[in-house]
């Protein structure tokens, strides 16, 4: 979206620049949104700024429509080997002397959108200060308006989805969630074709709470299963509910209106001001507690209670468990699409690849968010491509300050 003759003149300086960049977004379609960004980056002096999302299995980062879009920039970049895919996996800024051009990530939250090109003017010369500015801006509004504008939500896809996933997705978070306290990541396969995995987490006050359910089958009625689990769940903890009101809630609610489908689960909260670590275990894989770069055996293992749909934690839920973290301390929660994964000569991908491709990954640097990312396209690989089973993995961090 290009300024017109009866547009208002755009004003200099970064402040009056981003103010005016907010004021004409209100009445702006998606189509309009990368004009509108690289309209203020011109007058900014930053020079041509394109804006590109990564895709939902984030192997790609896609553009969104924009003026003058030559045809060799339709396809996007790699996230893995392109210097555009270097500033989306680490959060930062990446710069191509050559080329006179700077790569800058578009962050909501700590969430990753996707990144700013800026080539020409100051883009690869002196602070970088307005290109964030203006990066983050951009980030704000596509997440703003991907509710309500489809054009966005397909420059996110590669392919089509089943129905089954659509109704997954429309109740899932943000992949990433964060304070200074504590960071929640989560990331799911197989995206287009989802059936029963489905992840929330949320943060009450100082309380971050964490959801991992996994419905019996891979059609929609498994998804409709874990919808309904998940909508439960949140009327409960949005009530005041605490963990065992929750898990009688969704097991009477699958009893109630889908009564042929079980489901196993995961329930937690972490207090983030002391560490407090509190889950109930509904049938599912015990979590897994990584502390120092190793797994403490058995720490989060206790016995399992029978799982969800058959009308047992009605009225009365099983008691939660507790344990206290320490700084530093990352729980993994996974559902068994993920350790049951197999390659073509049966070889399973097992708790133990799991957790060590974490320990790993983290400990040479990559975020939580980055580490899953990697984590699911080993897994793809392990078993070429075709996951016979939904694989979901919900990490979480508590990193309290000093």
């Not at 004009?35 to 192997?59: F, S």
């Not at 019996?216 to 963990?243: F, I, K, Q, V, Y």
């Not at 009308?311 to 008691?319: I, K, M, R, S, V």
């Amino acid at each position: 979206m290009t300024s017109d003759e009866n547009a208002p003149a755009v004003p200099d300086g970064l402040e009056p620049v981003l103010a005016w960049v907010l004021e004409r977004s209100h009445g702006a379609s998606a189509v309009q949104l990368a004009g509108l960004i690289a309209e203020a980056a011109r007058r900014l002096g930053i020079g041509r700024t394109r804006l590109y999302l990564a895709d939902v299995q984030q192997q790609r980062l896609i553009p969104l429509p924009q003026p003058d879009l030559a045809a060799e920039e339709r396809d996007g970049f790699g996230i893995d080997g392109s210097l555009a895919g270097l500033a989306y996996r680490t959060q930062q800024v990446q710069s191509s002397r050559a080329e006179d051009t700077r790569w800058f990530p578009m962050v909501d939250g700590i969430e990753r959108i996707g990144v700013m090109q800026a080539a020409g003017g100051r883009a690869a010369a002196g602070p970088a200060g307005a290109g964030r500015a203006l990066a983050s801006l951009a980030a704000l509004l596509v997440v703003s308006k991907s509710s309500h504008h489809d054009v966005l939500v397909q420059r996110e896809r590669t392919r089509p989805m089943t129905v089954q996933a659509e109704l997954l997705w429309a109740f899932l978070p943000p992949r990433t969630i964060g304070t200074d306290r504590a960071t929640s990541s989560a990331v799911l396969e197989p995206a287009y074709d989802i059936g029963g995995d489905a992840f929330d987490h949320t943060f009450i006050n100082e309380v971050l709470h964490l959801t991992l359910v996994d419905a019996m089958g891979h059609d929609l009625a498994s998804g409709n299963a874990s919808a309904a689990a998940l909508a439960a769940c949140r009327a409960t903890r949005r009530s005041g509910g605490d963990l065992r009101e929750i898990v009688s809630t969704i097991d009477r609610t699958l009893m109630e209106w889908i009564p042929d489908r079980l489901m196993t689960a995961v329930f937690a909260e972490l207090d983030t001001v002391h560490g407090d670590f509190t889950w109930i275990n509904c049938g599912h894989p015990p979590p897994l507690l990584i502390r120092d770069g190793h797994v403490v055996h058995k720490a989060l293992e206790r016995p399992s209670h029978l799982p969800l749909g058959f009308g047992h934690h009605t009225p009365d839920a099983p008691p939660h468990q507790h344990v206290r973290l320490q700084p530093g301390d990352r729980v993994l929660i996974y559902s068994d699409g993920i350790t049951e994964a197999h390659s073509p000569d049966g070889t399973f991908f097992g708790e133990e690849r799991l957790a060590d491709f974490v320990i790993r990954s983290t400990a040479s640097g990559d975020t939580g968010p980055e580490a899953l990312r990697r984590l699911l396209q080993n897994l793809l690989t392990h078993q070429q491509h075709r996951l016979s089973d939904d694989a979901t993995i919900l990490l979480t961090e508590w990193h309290p300050p000093s």
